[in-house]
Structure formats: C-alpha cells, structure tokens
C-alpha cells in the first residue's frame, strides 16, 4: 500500500513562484513512472507533468511547458514540481501518483492558489 503526500502549496501572486514535494511510503516508487495532476474549483483533476523512473525524461500538458519543472529523486522516494511564473489558472488542489492507471490512493493533495 503506497501512502501520498503532498505539500509546498500555497497562497501566491501572479507571476510567482512554488516549490511542490510529494513522499511516497509504504513502496518503492523508483520504478513507476511518475506524475502530478491538479483539480480547479469544479472541474475534473488533469495531468500537469510526468517523470519516467529514471528521471530521464519528462512530459508536460501545453499550459504549463516552461513555466514547470518535474523532478525526482529517488533515493528519497521523492517527486518534486517547480512552479514558475504562477497564473491565475494555476490555481487547485495539486497531487502527486504513478503516471499510469490505476493509480494508488490519491493523497490529500496540496492546495495552490494564485491571486493578484
């Protein structure tokens, strides 16, 4: 049973920047593609960015390639997401989870809010 947890959310200004950290217990994930989604205030929870295990590669929905960054390190058991140049549109509730489906339990996710 793998256990998620995010954090690093907050309140921030436009054009600012965050630091998101997800930890994963319970399993390995060095060998799981992995990835962050968000959910907005009343729509569905999307894919923001993926990571291969490695860490060799990465892809990223179009709204926020080159604004976000996605690492890992899996010595840690750790997903990171660099937050760049935050728009109002960057605002919900983050989370981290293996990139495919099914995935494990969601966490609680960390809430982003970006704001003038």
């Known amino acids: 049973q793998v256990q998620l947890a995010e954090s690093g959310g907050g309140l921030v200004q436009v054009g600012g920047s965050l630091r998101l950290s997800c930890v994963a217990s319970?399993?390995?994930?060095?060998?799981?593609?992995m990835a962050w989604f968000r959910q907005a205030p009343g729509k569905e929870r999307e894919f923001v960015a993926s990571?291969?295990?490695?860490?060799?590669?990465?892809t990223y929905t179009d709204s926020v390639k080159g604004r976000f960054t996605i690492s890992r390190d899996n010595a840690k058991n750790m997903v990171y997401l660099q937050m760049n140049s935050l728009k109002f549109e960057d605002t919900g509730v983050y989370y981290c989870?293996?990139?495919?489906?099914?995935?494990?339990?969601w966490g609680q996710g960390t809430q982003v809010t970006v704001s003038s």
């Open positions: 989870n293996r990139r495919t489906k099914p995935q494990w339990t």
């Open positions: 319970g399993r390995d994930i060095s060998t799981w593609d």
């Open positions: 990571i291969i295990w490695s860490g060799g590669s990465t």
